[in-house]
């Protein structure tokens, strides 16, 4: 599976932005999708989780009322919608794949990952 995460840019404290994740090379619905998160000298960790099959989705704390993953079934395409934005938030967000139903939450059940894309949130 090959991920191509896009759509971080530079958006105001409060304002919203939406980043996609397009998966290709083998369908995806069996799979979890997951969003992951870095800054500079810390684990990347997670934000949130899709099973591509019944759309059920999993969150972390911090993001929970604030962040929607979604899927499009049309390209495989996984969305992440983020709203009420944070200078917190501000990180390298990546795209991640895992075969079955499970929503992890730890990166090391994820056996795909994109590039990643940068999200800087101005206070």
């Known amino acids: 599976v090959q991920l191509q995460a896009s759509g971080g840019g530079l958006v105001q404290a409060g304002g919203s932005l939406r980043v996609s994740c397009p998966a290709s090379?083998?369908?995806?619905?069996?799979?979890?999708m997951g969003w992951f998160r870095q800054v500079p000298g810390k684990e990347r960790e997670f934000v949130a989780a899709?099973?591509?099959?019944?759309?059920?989705?999993a969150y972390a704390d911090s993001v929970k009322g604030r962040f929607t993953i979604s899927r499009g079934n049309a390209k495989n395409t996984v969305f992440l919608q983020m709203n009420n934005l944070k200078s917190e938030d501000t990180a390298v967000y990546y795209c991640?794949?895992?075969?079955?139903?499970?929503?992890?939450?730890?990166?090391?059940?994820?056996?795909?990952w994109g590039q990643g894309t940068q999200l800087t949130v101005s206070s």
């Open positions: 899709i099973r591509w099959g019944d759309g059920s989705t």
């Open positions: 991640a794949a895992r075969p079955g139903a499970a929503l992890a939450q730890r990166r090391g059940f994820y056996d795909y």
């Open positions: 090379g083998r369908t995806v619905s069996s799979y979890t």
